[in-house]
């Protein structure tokens, strides 16, 4: 009896010691639970964000890369060879073959900032007199745009550039027109007084005119029909979307029809100036990798101190029957300029935009009357009308 109690004290004290032992183990994991589930979590976080990170730019994150270094002496390439390449935004090249008097100021402008803040390179040629080219200098000049480092922007007073002619993986093309008696007028100005940045800057630009050229009245120029003012010189806005063949410098519809085609194939958008600030936000929502926050940008104080010098200076109104000859004579430049324009109505309806109608105001003062060149000059004639 005595030998049977005491096995079973024994067999007691055992499970009390097992159930003991089991409840320090329970309170053991327990507090250990406790205290390391919200690190559990966070490492389990952490590394999802990792992953994505490595997927989204071609390849594992710095950090992990630093925390390998640092615990295994070892870095991602030792095992597992180079990284793949960086994912770029589509599109990746775009190429602005600016048309002169456009706007382009305006343009570029806003593109050093943008650049600079939305981490892009961009080219931007000072070739302002050279946009015909010939085969070998188109080649030589696609060779070294398509070498840029991506993404780029390259832009560049230059005929149309027909890449896939030459076997070249072409780039996205986007530009922007205004109404074709306008740019004349702008541009007619602009060789000989210059804008505001500088009194003397129009003498820089057309160091060779003689005082009777640059203080010729428009009036004179367009109704005696001096070269200026007359074709093929008029033929301007068209061979820059025709692009380089010999037959686009022409006025005439081959060059017209092919401009044409051309806009629809190889540009994402041309705009048209009078419409400027939706431009830009078709621009910011087309390419945002470039054009992001450029109407913000656009409108800022401290941009309206730069763009209002760019204004040309010292315009003169034409007569009304001097009007009427120099749009006989831009007949062809008007067709593309409306079609042009049509198109981009469409885009921007396809994003919700609508189109207000122009004012007019006929008996403005050049100063106000002037369509915008530059953010220094306001647009409120439509020359066509």
């Given at each position: 009896?005595?030998?049977?109690?005491?096995?079973?004290n024994c067999h007691k004290t055992?499970?009390?010691?097992?159930?003991?032992?089991?409840?320090?183990?329970?309170?053991?994991?327990?507090?250990?639970?406790?205290?390391?589930?919200?690190?559990?979590?966070s490492t389990l976080l952490l590394?999802?964000?990792?992953?994505?990170?490595?997927?989204?730019?071609?390849?594992?994150?710095?950090?992990?890369?630093?925390?390998?270094?640092?615990?295994?002496?070892?870095?991602?390439?030792?095992?597992?060879?180079?990284?793949?390449?960086?994912?770029?935004?589509?599109?990746?090249?775009?190429?602005?073959?600016?048309?002169?008097?456009?706007?382009?100021?305006?343009?570029?402008?806003?593109?050093?900032?943008?650049?600079?803040?939305?981490?892009?390179?961009?080219?931007?040629?000072?070739?302002?007199?050279?946009?015909?080219?010939?085969?070998?200098?188109?080649?030589?000049?696609?060779?070294?745009?398509?070498?840029?480092?991506?993404?780029?922007?390259?832009?560049?007073?230059?005929?149309?550039?027909?890449?896939?002619?030459?076997?070249?993986?072409?780039?996205?093309?986007?530009?922007?027109?205004?109404?074709?008696?306008?740019?004349?007028?702008?541009?007619?100005?602009?060789?000989?007084?210059?804008?505001?940045?500088?009194?003397?800057?129009?003498?820089?630009?057309?160091?060779?005119?003689?005082?009777?050229?640059?203080?010729?009245?428009?009036?004179?120029?367009?109704?005696?029909?001096?070269?200026?003012?007359?074709?093929?010189?008029?033929?301007?806005?068209?061979?820059?979307?025709?692009?380089?063949?010999?037959?686009?410098?022409?006025?005439?519809?081959?060059?017209?029809?092919?401009?044409?085609?051309?806009?629809?194939?190889?540009?994402?958008?041309?705009?048209?100036?009078?419409?400027?600030?939706?431009?830009?936000?078709?621009?910011?929502?087309?390419?945002?990798?470039?054009?992001?926050?450029?109407?913000?940008?656009?409108?800022?104080?401290?941009?309206?101190?730069?763009?209002?010098?760019?204004?040309t200076v010292h315009k003169q109104?034409?007569?009304?029957?001097?009007?009427?000859?120099?749009?006989?004579?831009?007949?062809?430049?008007?067709?593309?300029?409306?079609?042009?324009?049509?198109?981009?109505?469409?885009?921007?309806?396809?994003?919700?935009?609508?189109?207000?109608?122009?004012?007019?105001?006929?008996?403005?003062?050049?100063?106000?009357?002037?369509?915008?060149?530059?953010?220094?000059?306001?647009?409120?004639?439509?020359?066509?009308?």
């Open positions: 009896m005595a030998k049977h109690t005491g096995i079973n055992y499970i009390r010691g097992k159930n003991r032992r089991g409840n320090w183990l329970a309170v053991i994991l327990l507090r250990v639970s406790r205290r390391d589930f919200g690190l559990c979590l590394f999802c964000l990792g992953s994505v990170l490595w997927q989204l730019n071609g390849g594992p994150p710095q950090l992990l890369l630093h925390v390998r270094y640092y615990f295994g002496k070892s870095t991602f390439l030792d095992d597992h060879g180079p990284l793949a390449s960086r994912a770029l935004p589509f599109p990746s090249q775009v190429v602005y073959n600016r048309v002169g008097k456009c706007g382009s100021r305006t343009i570029v402008l806003l593109l050093r900032i943008l650049a600079e803040r939305n981490q892009f390179t961009l080219i931007s040629s000072d070739i302002h007199n050279k946009t015909r080219l010939s085969k070998h200098e188109q080649m030589n000049l696609m060779v070294n745009i398509s070498s840029v480092p991506q993404p780029f922007l390259y832009t560049r007073h230059v005929h149309f550039l027909n890449f896939t002619r030459f076997h070249i993986d072409e780039p996205v093309y986007i530009n922007i027109i205004r109404d074709p008696i306008s740019r004349f007028l702008s541009n007619y100005f602009f060789r000989r007084f210059g804008d505001w940045r500088g009194e003397e800057n129009h003498v820089v630009r057309t160091p060779g005119m003689k005082d009777d050229e640059r203080y010729l009245d428009i009036n004179t120029c367009i109704l005696e029909g001096h070269p200026e003012c007359s074709n093929p010189r008029l033929f301007y806005i068209i061979p820059y979307f025709c692009g380089q063949h010999p037959q686009c410098r022409e006025p005439g519809l081959w060059a017209l029809q092919k401009a044409k085609e051309n806009v629809m194939e190889h540009y994402l958008l041309v705009g048209v100036l009078e419409e400027l600030e939706n431009v830009l936000l078709l621009l910011e929502r087309l390419v945002p990798h470039f054009f992001s926050d450029v109407l913000n940008i656009y409108r800022s104080p401290d941009y309206r101190k730069l763009g209002n010098m760019t204004g109104t034409p007569s009304l029957e001097a009007l009427q000859v120099l749009y006989q004579r831009m007949d062809y430049e008007y067709e593309f300029y409306r079609f042009v324009k049509a198109q981009f109505h469409i885009t921007k309806r396809k994003f919700g935009l609508r189109t207000k109608p122009q004012p007019q105001r006929q008996s403005a003062s050049l100063h106000h009357r002037e369509e915008q060149e530059e953010p220094g000059e306001t647009v409120l004639e439509n020359w066509e009308v």
